[in-house]
Each structure stands twice: as C-alpha cells, then as structure tokens.
C-alpha cells in the first residue's frame, strides 16, 4: 500500500505571494491532518479534515486555510505570505482520525519544505 | 492553553534503557497521549500510544501517572539507529487543538 505523498517536495516563493499545497493519504484512510514544522516552533498542528469538514483546528491566522475532497486528498492554502512562513509543512493521514478519545496512529508524509524569499 | 515540554536533548551508550520524559498540563482527560519518532528529512513516526497507566508493545512501553501531566517513552536496549528526535502529542482539554512537545533529541554512543 502506497504512504502519504505530498506535492510539491519544495517550494521556494516570495512575500506576498500565496501557495497551494497538496497531500494524498493512505488508501482507505479518512482523515488528513496538516503541520508546521520549524526550528523555532516545532511541530504545530494546523488543522485536519474528514470527510471533507475541517473537524480540529490550531492556532493559526486564517491566512491558513484547507480543503478535502471527496477522495480523501487534501489541499493546504496559505495566503499573503510571510517569511515567517518558511518551514516543512506536513501532512498525516488516518483511517479515523483525531475525533474525541481515539486519536489514531497518523502517518506522516516526507512533507513540503517551503521558503519565503 | 496546553503545554507540552520534553528534555531538549540525550545521550545514551548503545544497550541501555532509556527514559523520556513530557510534562503536558491541561490536556483533554478522555484522550490519548502518542509518542512519535523523527529521522532527519522524514516525517515522523508513530511509537506508541496510551491513556492511562502503562502499555508496552514491540518496541518501547509508555508509562502515564494517574494525574495524566507526564508521560515517559521507556527505550529498551537502545540501538545507533535509535538516534533521531522523540516527540509526544497530546490534545488540549476543552478544544479541538493538538500539542506536539519541544521534542528530544535522542543521540545513541556506540
């Protein structure tokens, strides 16, 4: 069984700018959730989607911004970009996800490495 | 809001057991608490998972106080390829909003 790929690998953009981002999850598998990795902040979680309804979501400006679609593949936006937004961005999948009590093992994709000139 | 820390970094000889520890306060009482693991240029895996007292599987056992604000990845016998970042994750009380911790950066010594 296929993992979790994310496209593009790498991404370079300017402030300003604004970028889509794309994860396809493990066959068979509901729940996308999405991440941003940097060396100051560590892993923060963004939000996560099942069956296409964003169901948690984090502390992010709504400058961040996802979507699902009806075959589980989701899309990450960040608009206006800022430097600050340079970091690995990480997406997850699982078959339930992260509803209630049950937080069920995620499996992460290598991510897309983003920089903000 | 949640917190979650971890010792920043290790060291341990190959063979000994080791012990991580993540102080989490607030965390939602009827979740669970996950421990993952990170290879450099990787995303991370999963480790292991509990809600309360002690699980162990093939790999490493998870101990977790009756007050739920730690928990501790034990490592048995640990290998050079042991060497990567350990991160718990546990969901803030009251909110939709999950917390990964500092992270530690664990670095095995032949």
């Known amino acids: 069984k296929a993992g979790v790929t994310q496209t593009p690998r790498y991404l370079i953009k300017t402030r300003g700018q604004q970028v889509t981002l794309s994860c396809s999850p493990i066959s068979g598998h509901r729940s996308v959730s999405w991440y941003q990795q940097t060396p100051g902040q560590g892993l923060q979680f963004l939000f996560e989607y099942f069956s296409e309804t964003q169901r948690n979501k984090g502390n992010f400006p709504g400058r961040f911004s996802g979507r699902q679609f009806s075959n589980s593949r989701s899309e990450m936006n960040v608009s206006t970009l800022e430097l600050g937004d340079s970091a690995l961005y990480l997406c997850a999948s699982s078959l339930g996800g992260l509803a209630g009590g049950n937080q069920e093992t995620q499996y992460f994709g290598p991510g897309t490495r983003l920089l903000v000139l | ?110």
Not at chain 2, 7 to 26: A, R
Not at chain 2, 36 to 61: D, L, W
Not at chain 2, 81 to 89: G, H
């Open chain 2, 1 to 110: 809001l949640a917190k979650t820390t971890q010792p920043i970094s290790m060291d341990s000889y190959e063979g000994q057991e080791v012990n991580i520890t993540c102080s989490h306060n607030n965390i939602a009482t009827n979740d669970y608490i996950t421990w993952y693991q990170q290879f450099p240029s990787q995303g991370p895996r999963f480790i292991i998972q509990g809600y309360k007292t002690k699980v162990t599987n093939e790999v490493a056992s998870l101990f977790i106080p009756a007050d739920r604000k730690s928990s501790t990845l034990s490592l048995p016998r640990v290998s050079l390829s042991d060497t990567a970042v350990y991160y718990c994750l546990a969901k803030e009380t009251g909110a939709n909003n999950l917390f990964f911790g500092t992270g530690t950066r664990l670095t095995v010594i032949p």
